[in-house]
């Protein structure tokens, strides 16, 4: 046998139901919402990422799955979908095609990391964009969409968390000051941590190791550094969201592992999760259109991991479906009105099992216990000759029969 890749994973059949109400639940709110669903490649040119996520960042320093194609061409699996839905945005000029700049995404993601609980060298995400607008209001509804999200598959015990990060005109300052604060301590760091400190300070409140806890809890907060536009901003980010009615905290570490972001960024924590809690997350990024080579148009958005909304999903949501009917057919002259009874099922719209290759009545049933369908219905000589259909509860054992062009209206009554 050969196995399948670390850090892949089979969603099997039993827990495919859990999948689909993830996805189900996805779509409903977007599109109440007013966003359209686009669908981008998971392969994407290595630059478009070393220019959007960013140089200084993990994901693009140990993470990608980047290789060199038979054309010559630096490739990379799609990472996160931000930068993959701007070019979109960018290349077929989606604010000239809709009526609001809002957009969607579901599908695979891959990041070279050690797995674990929820996390996943193929990962899945939702993900949820909005160009053009700069109104820290459009930052309120997205975050109340995200929680409306949550709310929606059944997770109660979630947590919102805010920050702002600052502009291009005061972030310096704040990194300035880290550093500073940082003084010799910064040896103390980890070895990544060191690095970031070069390359992008903002990114040591990502840090990991125990160890640097202590140090980083006593760094200065990026609030306390905002220049006026961005601290008017974040006012009225909260007062939206307290309009809302949703409860949130501000947490200064909140800076996202993405060198894009600018002003707000936010996440929704799962409980029962272990480390990796972050349900979604995500930020305002008003540059990074003009940076991937678009026009000056600011940009907000989230990405929502399914493999942890899966996790946290109520127990029983999303099981797999049961089937309304497994048709048993008794002698060998009863198959072919067998068939055709299960294909008028489905074409009714109910789900209708059968067997195959003439297996005896005993074995059929069998099967039919095994299935969990909730009927049985019985064709035998009998049954053929009176032109009628003997149904069985599965659950109680009680039979009653009907006449075979009530079936299909007979099922779909029971159903309701």
Not at 315 to 321: M, V, Y
Request: hydrophobic share 40%; aromatic share 6%; with cysteine.
């Amino acid at each position: 046998m050969i196995p399948g890749i670390r850090g892949t994973r089979d969603i099997l059949p039993a827990e495919v139901g859990r999948w689909q109400q993830v996805e189900r639940v996805a779509r409903a709110v977007c599109e109440r919402y007013g966003y359209a669903e686009v669908r981008t490649p998971v392969i994407e040119r290595e630059e478009l990422f070393a220019k959007g996520t960013g140089e200084s960042t993990d994901i693009v320093q140990k993470e990608m799955y980047a290789f060199t194609d038979k054309g010559g061409e630096r490739i990379t699996l799609r990472p996160e979908a931000t930068p993959s839905m701007v070019r979109a945005f960018v290349e077929h000029s989606l604010e000239q095609a809709l009526p609001f700049a809002k957009l969607y995404s579901l599908g695979p993601m891959f990041r070279y990391e050690r797995p674990q609980k929820g996390r996943y060298r193929q990962f899945h995400q939702l993900d949820v964009e909005v160009f053009c607008i700069a109104d820290p209001a459009v930052d309120g509804e997205v975050i109340e969409m995200a929680s409306a999200f949550v709310a929606e598959l059944g997770i109660t015990v979630a947590e919102l968390v805010i920050n702002s990060v600052g502009c291009e005109a005061c972030r310096p300052r704040f990194s300035a000051a880290l550093v500073e604060a940082l003084g010799a301590r910064l040896s103390e760091l980890c070895g990544d941590c060191q690095r970031r400190a070069r390359t992008n300070p903002l990114r040591i409140f990502d840090c990991k190791v125990p160890a640097d806890q202590p140090i980083i809890d006593a760094l200065p907060h990026s609030e306390d550094y905002l220049c006026e536009a961005c601290r008017v901003h974040f006012d009225e980010v909260k007062r939206h969201l307290d309009a809302y009615g949703l409860l949130y905290r501000v947490s200064h570490r909140l800076v996202r592992g993405l060198d894009y972001y600018t002003r707000t960024t936010f996440e929704i924590l799962g409980a029962g999760l272990g480390a990796q809690n972050a349900l979604l997350g995500g930020g305002r990024y008003d540059h990074l259109v003009k940076r991937l080579g678009g026009p000056d148009r600011a940009g907000i958005g989230f990405a929502a991991g399914l493999e942890r909304l899966v996790l946290a999903l109520p127990e029983g949501a999303g099981d797999a479906n049961v089937a309304d009917a497994f048709v048993v057919a008794i002698g060998e002259a009863s198959w072919p009105a067998a068939r055709m009874l299960a294909r008028d099922l489905r074409r009714a719209g109910l789900t209708a099992l059968i067997d195959y290759d003439g297996h005896s009545s005993k074995s059929q049933m069998k099967r039919a216990n095994r299935s969990g369908a909730r009927r049985m219905l019985i064709l035998g000589e009998d049954e053929l000759a009176r032109q009628q259909v003997t149904i069985k509860e599965m659950e109680t054992g009680h039979q009653h029969t009907v006449a075979r062009d009530q079936v299909t209206a007979e099922l779909t009554k029971l159903r309701r």
